[in-house]
């Protein structure tokens, strides 16, 4: 695979996951703050798992051409700041993927399933938006990462 196809995949893989979480955060979560509790859960049980068959298989594109773009930095005559822009993307990207099975792979799990107590419903919502927004920022962080190393390199900034 061509260095340059997979930095540009993972760049638009990135920044998809990164749009729709941010998408999440301002338009759903905002709505789902002024949801009754019952009607909250009853959406997400109907939609939840749609986010993620969506935005979940993009993520993990957006990780693996970023090890990709990452490795062949890594074997290739690149300078020290590209090796780090890619690594930094690479760690962003990993870290945001981890929060699935730290926090929203349970917690939606029990929305899904309807099993969270109503008298939790508002304060999980806020949970879930502050884990939405860090995940958004990881995720541009590293988009932005990725521009950054991108722009440099068709610049012709050396060591």
């Keep these: 695979m061509s260095k340059n196809i997979s930095k540009l995949l993972a760049l638009t893989c990135s920044s998809a996951f990164g749009t729709g979480c941010l998408l999440i955060s301002v338009v759903l979560v905002e709505n789902w703050r002024n ?67 730290i926090y929203f792979a349970g917690t939606n799990t029990i929305l899904i399933d309807k099993t969270i107590a109503l008298s939790q419903v508002a304060d999980e919502v806020e949970r879930w938006g502050f884990w ?22 068709s610049t012709g900034v050396q060591k």
């Design 35 to 101: 949801m009754e509790p019952i009607a909250f859960v009853n959406w997400f049980s109907a939609y939840g798992s749609l986010l993620g068959v969506v935005l979940l298989p993009i993520e993990i594109l957006g990780v693996i051409f970023t090890l990709i773009a990452f490795i062949q930095i890594l074997r290739s005559n690149h300078e020290n700041l590209q090796k780090m822009l890619w690594f930094s993307a690479l760690i962003f990207s990993i870290a945001a993927i981890l929060l699935l099975p």
């Design 132 to 153: 939405n927004w860090v995940r958004t920022g990881l995720t541009l962080a590293a988009a932005a990462m990725m521009i950054i190393g991108m722009t440099q390199e």
